[in-house]
Nanobody, 125 residues
Framework: QVQLVESGGGLVQPGGSLRLSCAPS????????MAWYRRAPGKQRELVAA???????DYADSMEGRFTISRDNAKSAIYLQMTGLSPADTAVYYC???????????????????WGQGTQVTVSS
């Protein structure tokens, strides 16, 4: 059973930075498209950033320029470097992975077979 595990969340002050990591636990499998999503209190889950196996990336408008998604294909791992954090970024952040490889980074959430349990990011002074 493949499970994605996120790490790196925590409490950070406004303007601060965090780096999230996500990798499969147990059997390492080759993943195609991967992504970060988040769910803020009282809001629906939303896409943060997505990446293809070839490194093509896509970001939600509000994250463009502040967040950077990257991956290590050998580990089927992805990372999210977050800078300029504000209280509006407070959310549970989830990673998602698909066995399939798409030409576009942004694909519907239903295309991801694997999801992590989430890691809490809290931005507060």
């Amino acid at each position: 059973q493949v499970q994605l595990v996120e790490s790196g969340g925590g409490l950070v002050q406004p303007g601060g930075s965090l780096r999230l990591s996500c990798a499969p636990s147990g059997t390492i499998i080759s993943l195609g498209n991967m992504a970060w999503y988040r769910r803020a209190p009282g809001k629906q889950r939303e896409l943060v950033a997505a990446i293809t196996s070839g490194g093509l990336t896509d970001y939600a408008d509000s994250m463009e320029g502040r967040f950077t998604i990257s991956r290590d294909n050998a580990k089927s791992a992805i990372y999210l470097q977050m800078t300029g954090l504000s209280p509006a970024d407070t959310a549970v952040y989830y990673c998602a992975g698909s066995r399939r490889r798409f030409t576009s980074a942004r694909i519907g959430s239903s295309n991801y077979e694997y999801w992590g349990q989430g890691t809490q990011v809290t931005v507060s002074s």
